[in-house]
């Protein structure tokens, strides 16, 4: 695992955005596994920026979603995969149907989940998962707990996930309880992982990440047994780790 810091946040998307750009300029048609959350937004309009320069083009990609909340429409702001179109994909000359979506409303959301994770396996998996982290250490919705074997799957979300998103919904009772998230095998899969974490209420799950010991506790620790992985942080976000990198 490669850890970058930097100063602030709009650093760390730009570090960000400058290998996401480099990959798809290198292998045009790259997969690459979305998350949202507020992390991902300076990465996404830093991404919009460059394809309006006309400095890269994202025809060619495929898109994965990470997770998705149960129960919500696509059409919803608060939907996964509503955000990674309003954010980014709408904005960009993706294809229209490169975005494999995990659809929270499908009757059978443990088929759906299966389904998502074989069209990952057809597709041969992705080029380059990109995720944030929770202040509890969670990466994608896979919580403290999550077993390392574990595949795209129905999880429930825990009450400090739920607190964190709350900002998000009218009331923290409009959080959805349940959601569908690739696994921690399926996010290990990935060819590179590229993680962002920024502020400091993120320091102590970065510290836990980066110097603490492989534990079921902390689920981005996992990270450490990837070699493709690459963890960008602002100072905020470095401020508890042993040594700053
Ligand atoms: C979102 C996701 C989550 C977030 C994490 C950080 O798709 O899977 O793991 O990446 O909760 O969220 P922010 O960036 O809002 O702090």
């Given at each position: 695992?490669?850890?970058?810091?930097?100063?602030?946040?709009?650093?760390?998307?730009?570090?960000?955005?400058?290998?996401?750009?480099?990959?798809v300029?290198?292998?045009?048609?790259?997969?690459?596994?979305?998350?949202?959350?507020?992390?991902?937004?300076?990465?996404?309009?830093?991404?919009?920026?460059?394809y309006?320069?006309?400095?890269?083009?994202?025809?060619?990609?495929?898109?994965?979603?990470?997770?998705?909340?149960?129960?919500?429409?696509?059409?919803?702001?608060?939907?996964?995969?509503h955000?990674?179109?309003?954010?980014?994909?709408?904005?960009?000359?993706?294809a229209?149907?490169?975005?494999?979506?995990?659809?929270?409303?499908?009757?059978?959301?443990?088929?759906?989940?299966?389904?998502?994770?074989?069209?990952?396996?057809?597709?041969?998996?992705?080029?380059?998962?990109?995720?944030?982290?929770?202040?509890?250490?969670?990466?994608?919705?896979?919580?403290?707990?999550?077993?390392p074997?574990?595949?795209?799957?129905?999880?429930?979300?825990h009450?400090?996930?739920?607190?964190?998103n709350?900002?998000?919904?009218?009331?923290?009772?409009?959080?959805?309880?349940?959601?569908?998230?690739?696994?921690?095998?399926?996010?290990?899969?990935?060819?590179?992982?590229?993680?962002?974490?920024?502020?400091?209420?993120?320091?102590?799950?970065?510290?836990?990440?980066?110097?603490?010991e492989?534990?079921?506790?902390?689920?981005?620790?996992?990270?450490?047994?990837?070699?493709?992985?690459?963890?960008?942080?602002?100072?905020?976000?470095?401020?508890?780790?042993?040594?700053?990198?």
């Amino acid at each position: 695992m490669d850890v970058v810091v930097v100063e602030s946040a709009e650093e760390v998307a730009r570090e960000a955005a400058s290998r996401v750009t480099d990959l798809v300029r290198r292998h045009p048609t790259a997969s690459i596994g979305l998350a949202t959350g507020g992390t991902q937004l300076g990465l996404y309009r830093l991404l919009t920026d460059v394809y309006r320069r006309g400095q890269v083009s994202f025809a060619d990609n495929q898109f994965f979603m990470l997770d998705e909340y149960a129960g919500i429409l696509p059409t919803s702001t608060n939907s996964f995969q509503h955000v990674v179109r309003s954010e980014f994909l709408n904005h960009v000359d993706a294809a229209p149907r490169s975005l494999h979506v995990l659809d929270g409303t499908a009757h059978d959301l443990h088929a759906e989940a299966q389904r998502f994770e074989q069209i990952l396996r057809d597709a041969g998996g992705v080029d380059m998962q990109l995720l944030g982290i929770g202040t509890n250490g969670h990466v994608g919705f896979n919580e403290p707990g999550s077993p390392p074997n574990s595949r795209t799957r129905l999880v429930r979300l825990h009450d400090d996930t739920i607190a964190s998103n709350a900002p998000y919904f009218s009331s923290p009772a409009e959080v959805p309880r349940v959601a569908i998230s690739q696994g921690l095998e399926t996010i290990m899969k990935a060819r590179s992982i590229l993680l962002m974490a920024i502020g400091a209420r993120k320091a102590k799950a970065v510290a836990e990440m980066i110097d603490g010991e492989i534990t079921l506790e902390c689920p981005a620790s996992i990270l450490q047994g990837h070699s493709g992985a690459t963890v960008i942080v602002d100072s905020a976000a470095a401020s508890l780790l042993a040594s700053r990198v």
